[in-house]
């Protein structure tokens, strides 16, 4: 990759920002319990979107001014976005090229992973939280579970390595599935992870005691498998272990009860081309304004890094003072 010159795009704590989230649509083909409601949640109008071309161009922003390495595509459910092998070919063609990666509900990507990986994407990461049919339909009201299996496979077969399954465990629904969810990564050669859950849903129904904690998790795992700690890569959120007598490795995202946000190197650009500096900010800087107004590549920057300026130390979600954002995580993308 070609160096840049960038100067770090850095808070007013010192965190630097390599990794930018990008949420290609706010649409979604499941409707999962803990994260939309049945009908009614109202999608973004189509011209309220950011184009292609205002996409590959705030990339191009990021990669080239704002020393930003690493970019992941995300929704709702990012698949859902036309033509998006074009734009992934648009995004690694770019004379700083982000490393691409994707986080889907894995449905679509039997048929798109080779045109994917062909077009420069390189990792996927697949949200997937019970491998029971019949659950799977009750938690994300579709009866597709067989589809995301074909998906990570063909991920796999395409060299979409490694393929990431994100689990959210949440009590009394799935959490009896932890270490059997774990046997099924073991077996096909998939990397598992299990997230805490987060008060990110459009209902604002997250209740914290039906959350299940990493230390749990952890016991779960621990009563079928053997782990052994990995040194934590860089300011990844997840924490590895080494299942003993595999090549396998779980992860564990401890959003809630182990927040990392003292190493948080990420900021968020919405479908409508929203820029937030945290996943729960309470404020936006609007990109797409800038863009549309013929805002040239400085004045982007600039706004670019006075909204990373303004970050505040993290999440807070234990404070009594803590705030969901107004946005659902179908719309902020995650
Ligand atoms: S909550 Fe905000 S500060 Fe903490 S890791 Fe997430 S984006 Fe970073």
């Known amino acids: 990759m070609p160096s840049t010159t960038a100067s770090p795009l850095m808070d007013r704590l010192g965190r630097v920002h390599t990794d930018l989230r990008v949420s290609l649509t706010d649409r979604c083909n499941l409707r999962c319990t803990y994260c939309m409601p049945e009908e009614g949640l109202a999608w973004l109008p189509k011209p309220e979107l950011l184009t292609d071309d205002e996409l590959v161009r705030l990339v191009a922003v990021a990669t080239e001014r704002l020393g930003v390495r690493t970019v992941r595509l995300t929704g709702g459910e990012p698949l859902l ?4 092998p074009g734009l992934i070919a648009r995004l690694t063609a770019l004379p700083h090229p982000p490393e691409l990666s994707i986080t889907t509900n894995g449905i679509g990507l039997a048929r798109s992973a080779v045109a994917l990986r062909e077009a420069g994407l390189r990792r996927v990461n697949v949200s997937l939280d019970t491998l029971r ?7 994300t009201r579709r009866d597709r579970l067989q589809d995301v299996l074909l998906g990570l496979a063909a991920a796999q077969a395409a060299g979409l390595a490694p393929v990431k399954v994100n689990a ?3 009590r009394g629904v799935n959490d009896d ?5 774990a046997a099924f990564a073991i077996e096909h050669g998939y990397r598992m992870r299990f997230i805490e859950s987060m008060p ?3 209902q604002g129904a997250w209740d914290r005691g039906r959350m299940v904690t990493a230390d749990e998790i952890l016991e779960r795992l621990g009563e079928r498998f053997t782990l052994e ?5 860089g300011n990844a959120p997840a924490e590895e272990w080494r299942v003993v007598g595999t090549d396998a490795v779980v992860g564990v995202i401890a959003s809630v009860t182990r927040p990392f946000c003292g190493g948080c190197d990420r900021v968020r650009l919405t479908a409508d081309g929203q820029l937030r500096n945290c996943l729960f900010a309470a404020t936006e800087s609007d990109l797409r304004a800038l863009l549309r107004g013929g805002a040239d590549d400085e004045a982007v920057e600039a706004a ?4 990373v300026a303004g970050k505040g130390p993290g999440h807070a979600i234990d404070s009594p003072d803590f705030r969901q954002p107004d946005r659902p995580m179908s719309a902020i993308g995650g």
């Open 133 to 139: 049919p019949e659950r799977f339909a009750e938690i």
């Open 81 to 84: 976005r036309r033509g998006l």
């Open 177 to 181: 599935e932890i270490a059997g969810m």
């Open 229 to 233: 700690p990995l040194p934590r890569s």
């Open 304 to 307: 670019w890094r006075a909204s």
């Open 168 to 170: 959210v465990p949440v």
């Open 200 to 202: 990110l849903d459009a």
